[in-house]
């Protein structure tokens, strides 16, 4: 009786975390997330700590509940899950023990959580359905999270090997090294440049080269799958033709 009971619980769970991200608000929490993070307290740092616990809970919470609605098998939704909760904790007890060891670790998981969080948005954003502006919000969020995913991979390449990137100031700190890096990701993604920083190292220009050509590629890609989406869902709800009776 018990196990009927926490397994209904179980699916009453599930369908309210589909319906939750069916009707797009998921998608919609995920780019105010991003957006917020990205542009306010990671280069103003005016939120301090607690701002950044919060926003980390927020992100872990859509990682985890987008996770459980794209379809998969349950081991790999329970591996995904654990590595989510896994890599937050590493970037939360590496602030705390700044170890080299500790550091790296946070950026390499840093690295595959993004990359695997761009995954379900972008099967969250590809569902069935009308293009909605949630979608396209979707595909900023995927657009952002390439960006933060590099900037983790330049910062563990900055920590395997020093002095990968030249830096006209040098930075003082963890925090500014990682602003300077997430700023040089962004400024490469959308192919701006950005003369402050520079990749010295082959390993650095090489993952530079990389995320110039995604920055390019993307979003061609991305708005010819939502134009030739748009067009499908628009041919399918199109009522049949009535048949042409001859007299």
Not at 96 to 120: D, E, G, K, N
Not at 150 to 164: D, M
Not at 202 to 221: C, D, H, K, N, T
């Amino acid at each position: 009786m018990s196990e009927s009971k926490q397994e209904n619980r179980i699916a009453l769970l599930e369908m309210q975390v589909s319906e939750f991200w069916s009707g797009d608000i998921g998608l919609t929490l995920v780019s105010i997330a991003l957006v917020v993070l990205i542009f306010v307290i990671l280069p103003l740092r005016q939120a301090g700590t607690t701002g950044r616990v919060f926003l980390d809970l927020v992100i872990v919470t859509l990682m985890i509940s987008g996770t459980l609605v794209v379809k998969q098998s349950r081991i790999v939704t329970a591996g995904v899950v654990a590595l989510v909760i896994f890599a937050a904790s590493m970037l939360w007890v590496s602030r705390f023990y700044p170890t080299l060891f500790l550091r790296q670790l946070s950026s390499a998981l840093s690295v595959l959580v993004m990359l695997v969080y761009v995954r379900i948005v972008l099967l969250v954003m590809f569902r069935r359905g009308h293009v909605t502006w949630s979608r396209i919000q979707g595909g900023v969020c995927a657009y952002l999270l390439l960006g933060l995913a590099w900037a983790s991979a330049y910062h563990l390449v900055e920590q395997v090997h020093p002095g990968a990137f030249h830096f006209v100031s040098s930075p003082a700190t963890i925090d500014e090294l990682t602003d300077k890096l997430i700023y040089f990701s962004f400024a490469t993604l959308t192919t701006v440049g950005y003369g402050d920083v520079v990749a010295v190292s082959p390993y650095a220009r090489s993952l530079a080269i990389g995320e110039a050509i995604v920055g390019q590629l993307f979003p061609a890609i991305l708005i010819g799958a939502l134009v030739a989406m748009a067009m499908r869902a628009g041919a399918n709800s199109k009522p049949a033709a009535a048949p042409v009776s001859v007299d």
